[in-house]
């Protein structure tokens, strides 16, 4: 929500973010254009992050990431959980649009639905976590066959507008919308997907919907290690 945001913690964030395998060391002038602020703004954060050991600033004036990462990579890695941070927020999207969510992996041909909370209402669209499902009907497997290179329609649509919504393609009376979790390169590791009775996804539902999941697979994707995600998926 707006009102919980702290602009000036987004600011200095957005700088850290900045850095990445490819880009360990920047300038001022870097950091300008990669974030579109102010040098002075870029340095009075840098001043903050540098005081709390997040940023070195070199004697040629470049900046690396400090040693408070190693510190606290370490604890992360060490108490990182999947589990822990996908499902609170499939149970928070559950609650906002009152229907069942789904978090979908691919294995091969198939897509396995990794993590599950069914919408708390009379009538739902429920499955189990676990159960294999084919990635050419639904709307999570759509997106992930679309989010990786899959070619014709509708996944260029997909591509293009984002996220697919799925009506009765595996059970008549189902609709499904889905949005990818992608990585850096654009590929996508995992499907967030919303479901429920085709009646209650008209319209104006599946864009409100894909927009909110969109929000939703964005924080998942900065908040997750999306490498060890990948590799942790690929273990199950």
């Known amino acids: ?3 919980d945001r702290v602009e000036s913690v987004e600011r200095a964030l957005k700088i850290l973010n900045c850095f990445s395998a490819d880009k360990p060391i ?8 990669l974030t579109g602020f102010y040098k002075s703004t870029i340095l009075r954060l840098a001043s903050s992050l540098e005081r709390y050991g997040f940023l070195i600033r070199q004697n040629d004036g470049r900046f690396i990431l400090g040693s408070a990462f190693i510190r606290l990579g370490d604890i992360a890695r060490n108490n990182f959980s999947i589990e822990g ?5 499939l149970e928070h999207l559950r609650d906002q649009l009152n229907e069942s969510l789904a978090f979908y992996v691919r294995r091969g041909d198939k897509r396995i639905c990794l993590y ?6 009379a009538i739902v669209h429920q499955l189990e976590e ?3 499902l ?4 639904g ?3 759509r997106v992930l066959l679309a989010f990786n290179g899959e070619k ?17 393609e595996r059970d008549p009376e189902v609709a499904s919308v889905a949005v990818p979790v992608l990585n850096e390169a654009g590929e996508a590791i995992a499907a967030l997907a919303v479901s429920g009775l085709i009646s209650r996804f008209p319209d104006e539902r599946q864009a409100e919907c894909a927009e909110i999941l969109r929000e939703k697979a964005k924080e998942l994707a900065y908040s997750l290690d999306l490498q060890q995600l990948t590799e942790i998926i690929n273990m199950k």
């Not at 920047?26 to 254009?33: M, S, Y």
């Not at 599950?116 to 209402?121: C, G, I, M």
Request: aromatic share 6%.
């Open 1 to 3: 929500m707006p009102q």
């Open 26 to 33: 920047l300038n001022l002038i870097q950091l300008a254009e």
């Open 85 to 89: 941070l996908i499902r609170p927020r």
């Open 116 to 121: 599950r909370a069914n919408a708390n209402r």
């Open 130 to 132: 676990g159960l294999r």
């Open 134 to 137: 084919p990635l050419e009907k």
């Open 139 to 141: 709307a999570g497997g």
């Open 152 to 168: 014709g329609e509708p996944y260029e649509t997909i591509r293009t507008q984002g996220w697919y919504t799925s009506k009765g």
